[in-house]
């Protein structure tokens, strides 16, 4: 979702988590993104849900430390929005000229967004081209607009803009989470696929059909939450929990109590993914082909197998740095923050590809 829009050299990327705030800087390289800096820091700050004054200023406190310790060398910034933030639905109209259409689309809109529609921030991208004759054809054409609709409130863009002038940075554009991971993890892939994005505190499920993100899901349901569960079983901290997860996952380990107790919270994301998916073939929709999985999660051992075993879909975690140019001695280290960063890949690249 594009809701502010300028151009320059290099541009950041930056997602601001609950659990942590990611930042990657690229520039275009001869027409392919290159890697120019990265960071992140695990002190996220949940500001959309307290709007205070102090937190805000506690964000953009720390902003300004991941940004001053990574180097970076650009003010423009490409943020992001949340799913949960967001309104998303997909309309269809008739065939009309684009005056006509924008507002039809604005009136269509009223009756899918739970909000007046003056207290939005409203974007809409049509998913399907259609050429010239069709869009002058008369009322008697059987062709439709399938029109992506998208809605912020227009606090949440104020609390951003306030946030990024503070960490002085230039907010240049705001989009939501999931057509960054769409960028970054799909690119132009037509095919139909599931993005499954395991955050600290919150996972989204996503469906992107010929590259458009058409339908997403978000729960209260993370990394944060298997942690935890583990701390509490087995009565250790939080810590020592968080390396447990790490280093065991889904192995099978002496009485098995560990993996038990990963497996119950990742019922939990199985039943969502499920939902999800019946939901979206109930529409007559396409079958999905298979699962990419994200987020700080993404590397539990055994995880994509674990799925793809549960789904009867081909799972594989995947690689945000695939289209991008970067040191081949930074490959491991890339490789495995790739799954943390894959918005924030997205994000920057959003104005250099």
Known sequence: MSILSFKEKSYLGVDLGRGSIKVVEMKNEKGKPQLV????????????????????????????????????????????????????????????????????????????????????????????????????????????????????????????????????????????????????????DPSTIMICDIGAKVSDVIIVENSIPVLNRSFNIGGESITKTIASNLNIDFKRAEQFKVDIGLNSQGDGVIPKVIEDILTSIINEINYTIELYQSQGAKKIEKIILTGGSAFLPNLSSYFSEITNLKTLIGDPWSRVIYPLELKPVLEELGPRLAVAIGLAMREVV
């Open 37 to 188: 800096t990265y960071g992140y820091i695990e002190k996220g700050i949940d500001f959309i849900k307290d709007d205070s004054e102090d937190k805000i200023k506690q964000a953009a406190f720390y902003l300004k430390e991941v940004c001053q310790k990574s180097r970076v060398a650009t003010s423009q910034v490409i943020a992001s929005l949340p799913g949960f933030s967001v309104f998303s639905a997909v309309i269809n109209l008739p065939v009309m000229p684009h005056k006509e259409l924008v507002s039809a689309i604005y009136w269509e809109a009223k009756k899918f967004i739970p909000l007046p529609i003056e207290e939005v921030v409203l974007d809409w991208k049509i998913l399907e081209n259609l050429d010239s004759h069709d869009v002058q054809k008369n009322g008697n054409n059987k062709k439709n607009f399938k029109i992506l609709l998208t809605a912020a409130s227009r606090k949440l863009v104020k609390k951003y803009l306030e946030l990024f002038k503070l960490a002085n940075l230039e907010l240049m554009s705001l989009e939501t989470e999931v057509f960054a991971l769409t960028r970054s993890l799909i690119g132009y």
